[in-house]
């Protein structure tokens, strides 16, 4: 998946569910400030937080979003997204 087919996936997951995003591109400064991981994929922004406005969202959210391409990990206070797979 390139950067643009991640943007793409985003916007339409957004069509599709809804919900806020908290967190995207990070510098590894910030990143690191967060506790992210070291090789996150939010420092090359291709990693997306977002806060499902309800629960029937998050649903949503994990079963579109893996047919957009993307992997899903329910953190709790709130989904991380990213490629499913890796970077062409
Ligand atoms: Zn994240």
Redesign the pocket.
């Known amino acids: 998946m390139t950067y643009v087919e991640f943007c793409v996936a985003i916007a339409q997951l957004a069509a599709l569910a809804r919900f806020r995003v908290t967190?995207w591109w990070r510098s590894p400064v910030s990143n690191a400030k967060v506790g992210?991981v070291e090789d996150?994929?939010?420092i090359l922004g291709m990693?997306?937080?977002v806060v499902a406005e309800t629960v029937l969202d998050t649903e949503r959210i994990k079963k579109f979003g893996q047919k957009l391409g993307l992997k899903v990990?329910d953190?709790v206070t709130?989904l991380?997204?990213?490629p499913m797979g890796a970077v062409e």
């Open positions: 967190s992210g996150s994929w939010h990693a997306c937080d990990h953190e709130h991380h997204l990213e």
